[in-house]
């Protein structure tokens, strides 16, 4: 049964583009009935999509502005890359997860707006790929992502839980790891579905070219997506959001006919302004900013830049020399220009 689970459709990481259903003004309800039914919620929101997201003020980008400010790139990769709405990714370079996580949804608290986050720490995380390290042990991963969920609290927030850690599955060695890193995911979904109530969490999954749909339906529904909001989709990647609605559509399909119930999602449009190149996901050349995060509908809760724009996915195409996770202002002016 593992073993027909963890089949691999395709290889690849995971994007957008600007043709989002729904507007920034669009309201969100104050947890229906059944949105609390589907999300494991009962708590009322305080806040409403008119609110906006927060824009985190000590992104890569942003701090790069701020230190140079008398290069000729910083005005524009301010006004159209740093001043936007996007997500800070957690992991394992948070010395204080529980202290850090708190703070940054305090500050979007206080703003009045919701907080994108991202937690990215499972074990074996990215398979031993540029983006490698994580939880150095399934306990030492409980124990992070339950301060995480905690740390949110009483407190609104969006959460994307562990991007490419279901799409990669098969990297793992044997059908035992497979098990403990659902398992753990499905932990992670309990304890933001318990301590952070407003909380809305994704589980990640993939993107419209990596896994056949109803294979991430069924790794979606081993991981407890029931107890969450539902799913992201192109965290990373660049495929246009007409491509991502598709897959997300079609992973639902599988999850109503194999297991009664369907679930919302979030599109990364970060950087699929020009769609996906070949199926390249490494810093590739000619791709584009997408469109800003803005609360969607239907079936399409929003579309939000996950990934932060302008930050490398590892020493590779464009940014042969540019770790993982670093800020270059070159791949900044290359997504703010199309080229």
Known sequence: MV????????VGCSGTDADVAGSENDEITRDSADDQAEDGSNAELELSAADGFYVDPNSNAANWVKSHGGDSRAA????????????RWFGNWNNDIAKD???YVGAAATAKKWPILVAYNIPGRDCGGASSGGAG?????????????????NREAIVVIEPDALAQIDCLPNDGERKTRLDLIKYATEQFRDKA?????YVDGGNAKWIA????????NSAGLRNVRGFAINVSNFYKTSESTTYGNDVNSALSGNFGYTKKF?????RNGNGSKDNEWCNPAGRKLGAVSKFGSGNTDAVLWIKVPGDSDGPCGTAPNTPAGTFSPDLATRLINGT
């Open 3 to 10: 073993a027909t689970l963890f089949t691999m459709f395709g």
């Open 76 to 87: 524009t990769i301010k006004s159209k890359l740093s001043s936007k709405a996007g997500a």
């Open 101 to 103: 996580v708190s703070n």
């Open 137 to 153: 042990s399934p306990a030492g991963f409980r124990t992070w992502i339950s301060k995480f969920a905690g740390a949110i609290g």
């Open 197 to 201: 109530p407003k909380a809305r969490a």
């Open 213 to 220: 749909p109803a294979t991430m339906a069924e790794r979606l």
């Open 266 to 270: 979030v599109i990364d449009t970060s």
